[in-house]
């Protein structure tokens, strides 16, 4: 089985979003949700995954770390930027 970098969604309160994507990127999307399924055993909607990629991705950018270091002094959350 594939190993995937997203973990098992946790439970979730969401706020909605909505933002246009290319053709290529939804089937990219929909091709990870299809090995999320078979890794888990649960699926999830494309919409449930990709706020959790994006957190990942965003808490993994080491300038974008950098950059919030003085927020994080002053006890900034992710949420709070």
């Given at each position: 089985?594939?190993?995937?970098?997203?973990?098992?969604?946790?439970?979730?309160?969401?706020?909605?979003i909505?933002?246009?994507l290319?053709?290529?990127?939804?089937?990219?999307?929909?091709?990870?949700?299809?090995?999320?399924?078979?890794e888990?055993?649960?699926?999830?909607?494309?919409?449930?995954l990709?706020?959790?990629?994006?957190?990942?991705?965003?808490?993994?950018?080491?300038g974008f770390?950098?950059?919030r270091?003085?927020?994080?002094r002053n006890n900034?959350?992710?949420?709070?930027?």
């Amino acid at each position: 089985m594939a190993a995937l970098k997203l973990g098992k969604l946790p439970d979730r309160e969401m706020t909605k979003i909505t933002f246009t994507l290319s053709a290529e990127l939804k089937a990219l999307l929909d091709q990870y949700a299809y090995l999320y399924e078979k890794e888990y055993g649960r699926k999830e909607a494309i919409n449930d995954l990709v706020p959790h990629m994006l957190e990942t991705f965003i808490k993994n950018d080491r300038g974008f770390r950098r950059s919030r270091k003085p927020a994080e002094r002053n006890n900034t959350k992710i949420s709070d930027v």
